[in-house]
Each structure stands twice: as structure tokens, then as C-alpha cells.
């Protein structure tokens, strides 16, 4: 008895044919699909001379058309010195990465990198948002991408990173990335939501955040809610994340191997310190 | 009070509370809330047992020291706890005569009135479990408690003496 399986074909072939189906299908240009449910990935098909920008690192798969350049200003970002240095202070990486479709349509994915939802955001001149700090996933060159909110929550907190914010302003088309279900609210000019900061998924630029304490010393030294919370204050829309990674870390923690001399080091891997 | 609960894999809890309502959770579940909402923490928020032996009775069990009462006032307000692992948020009503034990990290929070203690506890031997034994939370009294239990949740009714083995890890409500 014998197994038999379908020859094999080239993969460049392949994936040809199936970029080739779906513009026939489908149209247009640099049409975005997001596929899957719990741990989405954003798909890409794009003509030549389409162009995106993302984090170095960020890309999950692409076809042979698509051409990467690396540098510190790929996407027309900033490359100066702050803009750098602002970028990588807000969690981000110092080099961006611009891929081109050359010669041909092209292919290109970035996955989720938790269970949760991507969102295509357009942002223009006054409609810019904030972004948590693990959430850009790519973008069309016009939209910047800069640090837009940063503060220390003291030693030892969130692996005593702090909280920080990334801005998307410009002109262009954003894809972001939140984790867990994403539950959105309108606030009214004056209206505040007080969020356990890990939550705090992306706001619109008109909605202002700060940092306050939990009212009350008692709260603050005993509460376990962590000694601050991140205050949104409208008019705007906010967009809050249910899973956090300093929960998932927490979560799994106890289930790790311990190593006596790195103890407690794993809630500091986890949340990138 | 009004409650919803939000999304499907990783589920959100929102109350809608009306001023005066108030409920409790162990310190550090909170995930959201709005300006209306007053936090209170301390060993004895929500009425539960505030004595040093049901505080580290608690804390044994899993939980935390200290609870934060939540009350909403001077308005209605409101007041979210996220799940921390993809999952259920079930609804639960306490009465007298229908308490419930619950996984270590099961519970998320529940009317005052509904008293939350240590209900059983094994260890299951050095190394198991990071050597830390296995224990489940008892949920009695009078009220309304929400419980997150971690991936599918199957219920069996179990018939007087009927048996059910299962691997301690997974082990929500019974």
C-alpha cells in the first residue's frame, strides 16, 4: 500500500496564482484582508509601487515581489536624532522598514502577536490617535509615528518600563493591533474613565490622558490596583483591551520553570524589560 | 444594577451601577471604571471576615489580604473586570443552602453579602503545581458573584455518589 500526495509545486508558483486569483477577484489596490477570528492576520495584496511602512521585526510572511529597505527613516519617518530616540523611548524600534511591490503584485502578512483584533484606522490632519505601546502594526508613508504620551509609574511597576504611548498622526491608513476583546466608549467633553493602565488600548488625540494615583493612601498602599491609574478625560473616542500582558505573564508565571538565581525574571521578559 | 457581559473569547464584565449599589473583588481585579465609582480597600471591604485568620485564611486560598469595595456614588457609574485567560464569565446567584467552590483564580467579584473564604486544600506534593498545592474558594451567604473559569466550560449534574475524576488543572466550579 502506497501513499500518493498531490507533486509539488514551487512555492513562488503557488503563491502567484493565489495573489493572482484574489486581484482578479477582488480589485483595487493594496487591499487589505483580515483574516482569521482569535489571533487575526492582516494580509496585504499590493500593486506595484504600493508601499508600507511597519517596525523592523513586525513582519509575519511575504511574496518575492516585495522589496525591504531598512533605515531610520523608511516610511518618511523622522530620522533625525529625537525622532529616533523618541521612537525607540516609546517602545518602538530605531529602524522602521518600508516594503515596496515591485515588478508585480505582491504579498504581504503581519500577524497578531496575542489573541485579539485588528483594527484599520484612517488617520488625517486632526484625526490622529494614540496607540498602546506593543499596537502598530504598519501603516501607508504620510501617517508619522512618534512617542506620544510617556511617564515613569515608579521603580518596579509594569517591570518599571512605565506607560507610554505611541502617536499616529498625518495622512494615510493605519492598522493596529489590541489584545483580548476591545471594548469602545464615547466620552463626552469632561466625561473620565479611570483604566487599569495595562487596558488602555488606543484613544482618539482629542481625548487627554494622565496618570493619577488610586484616591485614598489605604487604596494606594494595599489595593493591589497598583498605585496609579491612567485617567481618560474626553471629548473622544477610547478603545480599551481586556487581555494585558502583565495578566497573561502573572497568569502563567506560577507554571514556569524557576530558576533561584533569575527569580521573578520572567514578568520582566514578558513585558519586554 | 445592570450587568453585561462583552465579547466571547476573552470576555469583559460590565456593571451599570445606580448610585448606593456596590460590590467587591479581591485588590488588583479592577480593570476599568468611570468617574462615579469609589474605591475602598481594606481586610474587611465588602463584609467580608476582616480577622487576621479569615484574612490569611484568604490569602491561602489564593486570594488577597485586602478586598476593594466598589460603590457608585453621587451617580450612576461604571465598572469592569476583564478575564485574564480566554474564557467564560458565569453569572452566579449565592443563597443560603447554594454556595459554590471555585477555582484559585476564579473569582472576579460579587454583591456584599456573598462571603468568600478558603474551601478546601491539598497539597498534591512537592513540584506539582510549582509546589503550591491545590485549592479552591468557597462562595456562600446571599447575592450575586462572577466567576471566570479558563477556556471551554463543560458541566456534568452529578447524581448523589456519582464520581467524577478529573486532572486538578482543570477544575472550575462545583
Not at chain 1, 101 to 125: C, E, H, R, T, W
Not at chain 2, 12 to 19: G, I, R, S
Request: with cysteine; glycine share 16%; aromatic share 8%.
Amino acid at each position: 500500500m502506497s501513499i500518493t500526495r498531490e507533486p509539488s509545486r514551487p512555492p513562488d508558483t503557488v503563491i502567484a496564482e493565489a495573489i493572482r486569483v484574489r486581484l482578479l477577484r477582488e480589485g483595487g489596490n493594496l487591499e487589505p484582508k483580515i483574516l482569521g477570528t482569535v489571533m487575526p492576520v492582516l494580509e496585504l495584496s499590493m500593486q506595484p509601487g504600493d508601499k508600507v511602512f511597519a517596525e523592523s521585526g513586525q513582519l509575519a510572511w511575504m511574496s518575492m515581489a516585495i522589496q525591504m529597505q531598512t533605515s531610520t527613516s523608511a516610511g518618511g519617518q523622522q530620522g533625525g536624532f529625537m525622532g529616533v530616540l523618541g521612537r525607540a523611548v516609546a517602545g518602538g524600534t530605531v529602524f522602521m522598514t518600508e516594503y515596496t511591490a515591485a515588478g508585480g503584485p505582491g504579498l504581504l502578512s503581519f500577524a497578531a502577536k496575542l489573541p485579539g483584533q485588528i483594527l484599520a484606522m484612517d488617520v488625517a490632519p486632526g484625526a490622529g490617535y494614540l496607540v498602546h505601546r506593543h499596537g502598530f502594526m504598519c501603516a501607508t508613508p504620510g501617517v508619522q509615528f512618534s512617542m506620544g504620551f510617556q511617564q515613569r509609574l515608579g521603580t518596579g511597576l509594569l517591570g518599571g518600563t512605565g506607560f507610554r504611548m505611541q502617536r499616529l498622526n498625518g495622512q494615510g491608513k493605519a492598522w493596529v493591533e489590541l489584545s483580548g476583546e476591545v471594548v469602545q466608549y464615547d466620552l463626552q467633553p469632561g466625561n473620565a474613565l479611570r483604566v487599569h493602565p495595562g487596558h488602555v488600548g488606543m484613544y482618539q488625540e482629542s481625548v487627554q490622558l494622565s496618570i493619577t494615583t488610586v484616591p485614598g493612601i489605604k487604596n494606594a498602599f494595599f489595593g493591589g490596583d497598583g498605585i496609579f491609574l491612567a485617567s481618560l478625560t474626553g471629548p473622544g473616542r477610547v478603545w480599551l483591551q481586556s487581555m494585558t500582558i502583565q495578566h497573561l505573564a502573572h497568569a502563567i508565571q506560577e507554571y514556569l520553570p524557576h530558576n533561584e538565581a533569575g527569580a521573578g525574571s520572567v514578568i520582566n521578559i514578558l513585558s519586554g524589560s | 444594577m445592570e450587568t453585561k457581559i462583552i465579547g466571547t473569547v476573552m470576555p469583559v464584565l460590565e456593571l451599570n451601577m445606580q448610585p448606593g449599589d456596590k460590590v467587591f473583588a479581591e485588590s488588583g481585579q479592577l480593570s476599568w471604571m468611570s468617574m462615579a465609582i469609589q474605591m475602598m480597600t481594606s481586610t474587611s471591604a465588602g463584609g467580608q471576615q476582616g480577622g487576621l485568620f479569615s484574612a490569611i485564611g484568604r490569602m491561602a486560598a489564593g486570594g488577597t489580604l485586602f478586598m476593594t469595595e466598589y460603590t457608585a456614588g453621587g451617580g450612576p457609574g461604571l465598572l469592569a473586570f476583564a478575564a485574564k485567560l480566554p474564557g467564560q464569565v458565569l453569572p452566579m446567584e449565592i443563597a443560603p443552602g447554594h454556595g459554590y467552590l471555585v477555582h484559585r483564580h476564579g473569582f472576579m467579584c460579587a454583591t456584599p453579602g456573598v462571603q468568600f473564604s478558603i474551601g478546601f486544600q491539598q497539597r498534591l506534593g512537592a513540584g506539582v503545581f510549582g509546589g503550591t498545592g491545590f485549592r479552591m474558594q468557597r462562595l456562600q451567604g446571599q447575592g450575586q458573584a462572577w466567576v471566570e473559569l479558563h477556556g471551554e466550560v463543560v458541566t456534568y449534574d452529578l447524581q448523589p455518589g456519582n464520581t467524577l475524576r478529573g486532572a486538578p488543572g482543570p477544575r472550575g466550579d462545583v
